[in-house]
């Protein structure tokens, strides 16, 4: 697609909103092709505000549309602007192909936090929702679930400490790769071979980190150890970590502990008995979908009956809670299979049901077919309103959400719980409250001064182990990390 700007505008900004209307689109440098889909954006600043006008084409047709924003005490001049921007452009694009985005023009993964920060700024729930509504042209509904997921993590967090920090141990392995996979994950007997020497390379990283967390004196709420599918680890594996972890904090002071065992066909009942033993208070199984043709489709090597027996592992272990996610919109699956599915799970009464919506990353495999990205798309907007209507229903209340590009339908993923049983990890990582210190390859540290009594925006560095396993062995993890930790905390006075 070809995107061409006058004024002064952010380009990725103005991209992400053309991928509303034409997901999967790329954007390149060379001469339009005919028939390929464009964009014209003038953005103008004035005394009293900004005005956008924008044409949009595609197959021979064009529409437009234009805003005028007026300056605020509410928004910067660059938020001023992309409002004008967004505006025209959602109008035009309506025009044109005859469709009206439910998120409109809110492009960042984080809508929550959007109604959050109004929330800190003193704005009613119903004037926040208004502002979503009315500036961001997002649907009544939608505006209403993002307002409604901040008050509950408002309630939730309370103010954060600035001593407050949570970890994340990567296991990048598993046993298949799905189709719509796009981490850095290992599947190959000749990788998967790398397991123990990983393990060495880790329970070292993770010593290392817990060691600096108690130096600094800091208080680790959260522990997430996610992958890839952690429970690829044979018990003795699995002992190992964990054994290491509860050698270095008191794992029963931790609000939530997570082994992410995604993957029905990884899970036995000696893994969760260790799982157990060592403190894990929170699993992961994840069906996807409870249809068998759907899970043959994307690559999943198990059944629905073999997540059912999974599940009942996970309950007689005595884990205190469950999760289970499911996928709407995915190849294959309709509005009628999905419900089914979404209700046996409702049936089961787990602790946390996470609803995502089928998103689709330039590195999965699933990529390569042609109907595989979907603007409108198909029966998941039903299938998200079916949770979102049924959940609440049984007990269930949403308490974090997030979105993706390239989503089918633009739509989000939404995680529930019974009340007292939220997912605090997911919080803390999707809403930047505190800092995450990762371990392992292929994950990222993430260091959070959130500032809560300045009012001004959390100021956020990030250190990424290497991506691959094979450089985080030959490396022997990240040296410099404890050194950037460190750099971070006393620059900031956040020891004293």
Not at 358 to 385: E, L, P, T, W
Not at 419 to 428: D, T
Not at 481 to 491: M, P, Q, S, T
Request: charged share 25%; net charge neutral; with cysteine.
């Amino acid at each position: 697609m070809k995107v061409q700007i006058e004024g002064n505008i952010n380009a990725y900004y103005v991209q992400m909103l053309c991928m509303i209307f034409f997901p999967g689109t790329n954007f390149k440098r060379q001469a339009q092709e005919e028939g390929e889909p464009s964009l014209f954006v003038r953005v103008t600043e004035r005394e009293d505000g900004c005005h956008a006008f924008a044409i949009m084409t595609a197959d021979g047709k064009s529409a437009s549309g234009e805003q005028f924003t007026p300056y605020s005490p509410d928004a910067t001049k660059e938020k001023t602007a992309k409002l004008a921007v967004g505006a025209a452009v959602i109008t035009a694009g309506g025009k044109l192909l005859g469709y009206r985005p439910s998120w409109g023009i809110i492009t960042g993964v984080r809508p929550a936090k959007m109604a959050m920060d109004w929330l800190s700024k003193g704005k009613t729930p119903d004037e926040v929702r208004d502002i979503l509504v009315k500036d961001y042209f997002a649907i009544p509904k939608k505006a209403a679930l993002a307002t409604e997921v901040a008050l509950c993590e408002r309630a939730l967090i309370g103010t954060p400490d600035k001593r407050d920090c949570s970890m994340y141990i990567s296991i990048p392995f598993c046993p298949s790769r799905c189709a719509y996979c796009s981490f850095v994950s290992y599947t190959s007997k000749r990788l998967l071979s790398l397991i123990p020497d990983y393990l060495t390379v880790l329970v070292e990283d993770v010593r290392r980190l817990l060691a600096e967390i108690r130096r600094l004196g800091l208080n680790l709420k959260t522990i997430y150890i996610g992958g890839g599918t952690p429970t690829i680890l044979t018990p003795d594996q699995l002992r190992l970590l964990l054994s290491t972890v509860a050698e270095g904090c008191d794992v029963s002071s931790l609000e939530e502990y997570t082994l992410e065992s995604g993957r029905p066909d990884t899970i036995t009942a000696e893994k969760f008995a260790v799982a157990r033993e060592y403190g894990i208070s929170r699993v992961s199984v994840n069906p996807q979908t409870l249809c068998d043709d759907v899970l043959k489709r994307i690559g999943r090597e198990h059944t629905a009956k073999d997540f059912l027996r999974a599940y009942d592992i996970a309950r007689d272990a005595g884990i205190q809670c469950i999760n289970t996610d499911l996928i709407a919109g995915l190849p294959g699956d309709n509005f009628t299979t999905f419900a089914r599915s979404f209700d046996k799970i409702l049936d089961l009464n787990p602790e946390n049901i996470t609803v995502h919506t089928f998103c689709v990353k330039k590195a999965a495999d699933i990529v390569h077919q042609s109907d595989v990205y979907s603007r409108h798309g198909g029966d998941a907007g039903k299938c998200v309103d079916y949770t979102q209507i049924r959940a609440p229903k049984r007990g269930y209340v949403p308490y974090y959400m997030y979105r993706q590009k390239n989503t089918v339908g633009n739509f989000e993923n939404v995680g529930f719980a019974h009340p007292g049983m939220e997912g605090r990890y997911n919080i803390y990582m999707m809403e930047e409250y505190h800092s995450i210190f990762a371990a392992g390859a292929g994950a990222v540290t993430k260091v959070v001064d959130y500032r809560p009594d300045s009012g001004k925006s959390p100021l956020i560095d990030r250190y990424f182990n290497h991506k691959y396993p094979f450089e985080y062995l030959r490396d022997q993890g990240n040296d410099d990390k404890i050194a950037f930790i460190e750099k971070f905390y006393e620059e900031r006075g956040l020891l004293g």
